[in-house]
């Protein structure tokens, strides 16, 4: 029975109730641009027509529903890209190529680029993944193979609580603790107080949770009958979690440490708190300790004051973040789903 045949088999007071609860919201939206004082009463009547539904049918109205909030999601994302789009257009347009191919940055002068704040993402993602990819792994192994029950019980509920916390917390503790340790007087001499290195450590601590809670997840999903059989050939434990379990569970692990990269890319507070505005290329390019701007601090540190050119830029910026964390995250669940085809013996 198709969508349609299912509607038309439901009661036509609960179709009418659906239609008018539908029409209410739709409204409710048009209005909230059109004429925003009649959006609170549009949203009674929608209140109003929806308990009304609930009384006499509460199964189909749960089921409407949920459809309406499927589509109301998938809407609003849809146009929160388009109005990303529409509004980076000028950029796009004006600005051109130059946006990815020189290096200067000038507000006062109308040039515009997003090569340094592109490159200080890269670098601060490459050390995030080399802190959070090895430290990730080990914590998954270790709560999945070697840890007994109650301390597994006990361990992964505490590294989930850190996803928890602020991003902002991580950023101020960096700043104030993690920078100053490498500045001038201390480890590493650095001249100023944040830096690129410093940055890439911090947001690498707050993926840990991400990595650790969906590899343990892939490891834990390899079959007990694979662990069974190396162990009955009288291979050792830690043979079987390197020959068996980790290239069993590779695509989930790999879809793990995607899915930290994303938050790693995505990160803005933590990153705006520790660097500081500085638009240009450090110099040598490989310098870690610089401190170059990323594409998220760039757009908060400069949002309030840009208007114009330099806005559509920052839209832009936001048009690069948002391909590059869409293109990973559906690049992790494709991994995790060969996963999925591979323990389910499916080819």
Known sequence: MTSLQRFASVDPGEQAISAV????????FVSVFALPQATIYLLGGFVAVTAYGWV?????????LFLLMTVSTVLILGLITIYLLVESVPAFSTVGLDLF???????GEQVYTLVPMIWGTFVTTIIAMFVAGPLGL????????IAPGWAREITKPAIEVMAGIPSIVYGFLGYIVFSKFLMRGSVLELPQLGSLFAVGIVIGLMALPTVVSVAEDALTAVPDSMRDGSHALGVTDWQTTNSVTLPAAFSGVSAAVILG???????????????????????????????????????ANQHGTASGLQLSVL?????????????????????????????????
């Open 21 to 28: 609860a539908g029409s209410l919201v739709f409204l409710a």
């Open 56 to 64: 006499t049918d509460r199964e189909q109205t749960a089921k409407f």
């Open 101 to 107: 191919v020189q290096t200067q940055w000038s507000s």
């Open 138 to 145: 080990a914590g998954a192994i270790f709560l999945s193979e």
């Open 261 to 299: 990269v994303g938050r790693v890319v995505g990160e803005t507070m933590a990153a705006t708190v520790i660097l500081a505005n500085v638009t240009r290329l450090p110099d040598p390019l490989t310098d870690v300790f610089g401190n170059t701007i990323t594409l998220t601090s760039l757009i």
């Open 315 to 347: 839209f832009a910026a936001g048009v690069v973040l948002f391909i590059t964390v869409i293109s990973l995250s559906i690049g992790s669940q494709y991994i995790e789903a060969r996963m999925q085809r591979k323990l389910g013996g499916k080819q």
